[in-house]
T-cell receptor, first 114, second 115 residues
């Protein structure tokens, strides 16, 4: 059974650029969530995708957007990068999209914005 | 809105000693409660969760937690820790019956186990 994989693991961008982060969900899972974890903080919910539709969103501006593909993999796109976007971005997959399920997290993509 | 407070940013403890990591939450609606562990350079792993029923919940690796509704707490305990338990521990809540899972995390407690 393949777990949640994320790419790239590390990347450096400059302010104003755009970035795309990718996530492959665990086999059999149809739900993907994205979280932002700033240094020394707990993860913060960005959004969740269930069967290719966004079905929940946290307090992040529209320049944070996402996609889920038919194979349930997902992308997180961030436009017009700001210094405060520097963080570890975690992807998590689950089954069913409901609030009781266990989330399976990837190891994250560490983004540095200069 | 929900919020989670983890009162201790760091807890040092000797191997084989007991430990308690504290978690308090605030919510105007019913919530589910979770504890996740994050080992260095890894993603988060679920330790245990409280959905309903018995307020004492047992998880993996010998951890347990007790839900106290009157005190809005969900403290994590282990009677005897190992060096391998050194990690960051996050308490989280999720509003019930929303149709999607939005976890609200605390800021984490770093457990440091020394020989």
């Amino acid at each position: 059974e393949t777990g949640v994989t994320q790419s790239p693991t590390h990347l450096i961008k400059t302010r104003g650029q755009q970035v795309t982060l990718r996530c492959s969900s665990q086999s059999g899972h149809n739900t993907v969530s994205w979280y932002q974890q700033a240094l020394g903080q707990g993860p913060q919910f960005i959004f969740q995708y269930y069967r290719e539709e966004e079905n929940g969103r946290g307090n992040f501006p529209p320049r944070f957007s996402g996609l889920q593909f038919p194979n349930y993999s997902s992308e997180l796109n961030v436009n017009a990068l700001e210094l405060d976007d520097s963080a570890l971005y975690l992807c998590a997959s689950s089954l069913g999209g409901q609030s009781t399920g266990e989330l399976f997290f990837g190891e994250g993509s560490r983004l540095t914005v200069l | 809105a929900q919020s989670v407070t983890q009162l201790d940013s760091q807890v040092p403890v000797f191997e084989e000693a007991p430990v308690e990591l504290r978690c308090n939450y605030s919510s105007s609606v019913s919530v589910y409660l979770f504890w996740y562990v994050q080992y260095p350079n890894q993603g988060l792993q679920l330790l245990l969760k409280y959905l309903s029923g018995s307020t004492l919940v047992k998880g993996i690796n010998g951890f347990e937690a007790e839900f106290n509704k009157s005190q809005t707490s969900f403290h994590l305990r282990k009677p005897s820790v190992h060096i391998s338990d050194t990690a960051e521990y996050f308490c989280a809540v999720c509003r019930k019956n929303t149709g999607f899972q939005k976890l609200v995390f605390g800021t984490g407690t770093r457990l440091l186990v020394s020989p």
